[in-house]
């Protein structure tokens, strides 16, 4: 959809609606009047006439999210929409010419679905003239920080916070997750972390309840887990164990064996609170 946006924005049509259409999100058996519209009386309920998304879109553009979702009778009447660049309205006894630019999009692989028989294989050509293909955020990790400054600030706003940014901790966190659920989950994550947030700085302790499940995945691996990792627990433990006084801190790092000052260090290294 930001895409969409984008594309449309930028184009000579960005004076004209850019529609959106989730094909997923809607009953298939409303889909055709919701895409077309219908005339009155077209059906039981039907008081007046009803223009459907492609009319609204006209002279602009016309987002169909979910495309691999549509069924094949709703597919023939696209088909047919790009061919004659006109659209029939539900119970309508005449066509009605239309100027859209269409983009489509899906998550599922449609030269698969047209194997199986699901989707057709002309309106798949017709519409795959320029195809875009957007990375998951598992392959464009560079932009997690450019997009978590935009989220700290948007929620900083909504829920009237101060929060300047991340730990290197807690960055790092972020950079080493595989985020199944792309740019959504990304922002959910700051959105609840924002909002639960007590001090100006995201630190590792608070996201890390939201990768459980990542981190649980790991230690199944025969319970291995990286070196860094194995210390920051242990230098965690030992400070609840001692505390976090200067004689706590001291006992700890005799039993950890290393240095006072070592300890310090991995402290600030691990951003441990």
């Not at 309508?92 to 489509?104: A, L, M, N």
């Not at 600030?268 to 609170?273: A, L, M, Q, V």
Request: glycine share 6%.
């Amino acid at each position: 959809e930001l895409f969409a946006n984008a594309l449309h924005g930028e184009s000579p049509r960005s004076s004209k609606p850019l529609i959106k259409v989730n094909c997923a999100a809607i009953p298939e058996n409303l889909l055709e009047s919701e895409l077309f519209g219908y005339e009155a009386g077209a059906f039981t309920g039907a008081g007046k006439l009803k223009l459907g998304k492609f009319e609204l879109a006209n002279g602009g553009t016309i987002l169909l999210d979910e495309i691999g979702d549509m069924s094949p009778m709703l597919q023939a009447k696209l088909l047919r929409v790009i061919q004659e660049q006109e659209i029939e309205r539900v119970g309508g006894t005449h066509p009605v010419k239309i100027d859209v630019r269409i983009i489509s999009a899906t998550n599922q692989d449609l030269l698969k679905l047209i194997r199986s028989g699901r989707f057709r294989e002309d309106l798949y050509f017709r519409l795959n003239v320029i195809n875009v293909h957007i990375p998951p955020l598992r392959e464009r990790k560079e932009d997690i920080t450019a997009l978590a400054k935009i989220y700290i600030n948007r929620f900083n706003r909504k829920f009237y916070k101060n929060v300047k940014g991340l730990t290197d901790r807690a960055q790092e966190l972020l950079l080493s997750y595989e985020w199944p659920g792309n740019v959504r989950e990304l922002k959910n994550i700051f959105e609840r972390t924002i909002l639960m947030a007590e001090s100006e700085w995201i630190t590792e302790d608070l996201l890390l309840p939201y990768f459980n499940r990542s981190r649980k995945g790991t230690e199944d691996l025969g319970g291995i887990l990286p070196i860094a990792e194995m210390e920051r627990r242990m230098i965690k433990k030992a400070l609840k164990k001692y505390g976090v006084s200067v004689e706590g801190k001291q006992k700890a790092a005799k039993t950890l064996q290393i240095s006072l000052a070592t300890l310090y260090n991995k402290i600030k290294r691990y951003d441990i609170r």
